[in-house]
């Protein structure tokens, strides 16, 4: 398949990045992904897959061959009985949430939103909460990947264990991902309880708040002195496995809930302080007082996920878990002394320690701490309070997420940094699959 000459814009989904490829391909099967990648080479072009733009740093951005994989999707093969389900790349969490209910399987945990491609939520260690719990990543059995010279390679802890531990979250630098095998859990029920506390109670309780729940986070505006706590919970599964249950909070009032007030009102609220931005702490802490109580049941995958259409930018990093609290006391302190008021909460996640080279939960209990601003306020002097206060802890950025660290930073942070670069260079000796966020991220060849 020929990769024709475009003159196509990519810009992500923050409007943080964009970049001009002189080439965009999509393929439709693995040959075509691998031919994109000889063509490529032959014309001495670096190529970057497209995952859904929702990154917010460059991680995607190429001057290449751009390689948009929205035709290269859906559930290749699963066995109901192991768990194991293997996906194309480009497939969508929304559609492979859909596709796993049909099979009675979920995901054993997921992120906040459903409109990353599988791949793409994979390859920046993409996360949701639950402190017993890994990323998405550790759901990963194996992986099969376009390698630089075009072949085709599989890997898992048993096969190649070194590509598996790199390019699980590998921000596409070892080669293309073609297809997925996930470990799956049976489909599962969430009971979701949702309540605003003070802020004090929730750090003081944080640690056995993560404890005692499966899935736990919560949410602070960072004027207001109220937190809004998010416990899920699994529901024991029925003895007998049953069709999906209807969740008890009706089509009305979660059309109520998540577009009307989480974005909607939210979405005026913050067009009002982007035009009076003086206005912005009162109007933070309006929506942090009218933060409100709520429970319901869903499958899982509904539970997990929410619309937000509000639009952001963000930075995120994860911290070791005893360091929250003063991670935390540092920002309310610094916010207030800002010279931009900031609009937007700060959401706060738990994962246990995992052992994939390039997880921002690598080794430790983390923490996530993610700060965010209204597209269009300005956020640098936040951002950098905020990468001041984490640096104390050794923070580790979310490598979607924004933020300003180079090799030289990152090497101290990642124990198997150098086993990381000495894989990508064996694999990618030429850098056909780099791009200047990651030449910044994992230095130049020079380096080694
Ligand atoms: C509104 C919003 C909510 C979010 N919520 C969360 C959250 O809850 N938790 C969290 O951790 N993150 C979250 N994120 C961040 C997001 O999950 C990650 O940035 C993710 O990488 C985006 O996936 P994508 O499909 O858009 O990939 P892209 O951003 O398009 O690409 C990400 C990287 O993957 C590479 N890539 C894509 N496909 C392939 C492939 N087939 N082979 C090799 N490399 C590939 C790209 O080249 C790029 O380097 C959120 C982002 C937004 C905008």
Redesign the pocket.
Known sequence: MKASPDHRVWR???GTAAAAPARWCRPRSEAEISAAVKDAAAAGLPV??????????A??ATSGVA?D?SGWTGIIAADTRTGLVTVR??T?LRALNAGLGGLGLAMANL???D???L???L??????TGARLG?LATQVEALE?VMADGSVVTCSAANRPELFAAARI???AL????AVTLRCVPSFTLQADERPLPVEEVLEQFDALAAANDHFEFYWFPYGRKALVKRNNRLPAPAVPAPPVPGTMPGWRRFWEFEVMENAAFGTLCRIGRARPRLIPALNRFSSAALSSRSYTDVSHRVFVTP?RVR?A?S?YAVPRESLAHVIAELRRAVPRLPDPVMFPVEVRVAAADDIWLSTAYGRESAYIAIHQYTGLPYQDYFDRFESIVAEVSGRP????LHSLDAGRLRPLYPRFGDFRRVRAEADPEDRFGNP?LTRVFGGADDL
């Open positions: 992500n989904w923050a970057r897959a497209l995952g859904s733009g929702h990154s917010f740093t991680a995607a390689l994989l790349s480009g969508t992120g906040d939103i409109a990353q491609t791949a793409g939520a390859c920046t260690g993409t996360h949701g990323g990947l590998g921000l596409g080669g293309v991902i073609t937000r952001f963000e995120e979310h490598w979607g997420k966020y």
